[in-house]
């Protein structure tokens, strides 16, 4: 049971540091076009976040991203 807990965690870990990538690099490309990508507006759905949770949590989770991928 332990094996699996740890096969799920890893799953998940890979998932969320995926969906990361995806969200940075759509972020540099929508700074760099100044448009939406496919009707998809990271940028501005940050932006609409304001002082909202998520969206401190979305630059956090940007920074320790890229934090760990200097180590």
Do not use: H
């Not at 965690?9 to 940075?24: A, E, H, P, V």
């Not at 700074?31 to 630059?59: C, E, M, R, T």
């Not at 989770?61 to 760990?68: D, K, N, P, R, V």
């Amino acid at each position: 049971m332990e094996k699996l807990f740890k096969q799920i965690l890893d799953l998940l870990k890979k998932g969320i540091t995926l969906s990361l990538y995806f969200l940075c690099l759509g972020i540099i490309v929508q700074l760099l076009i100044d448009d939406k990508i496919l009707g998809w507006d990271p940028v501005g759905n940050i932006q609409d976040a304001g002082s909202s949770f998520v969206g401190v949590i979305a630059l956090v989770a940007m920074y320790s991203l890229f934090i760990q991928n200097r180590k």
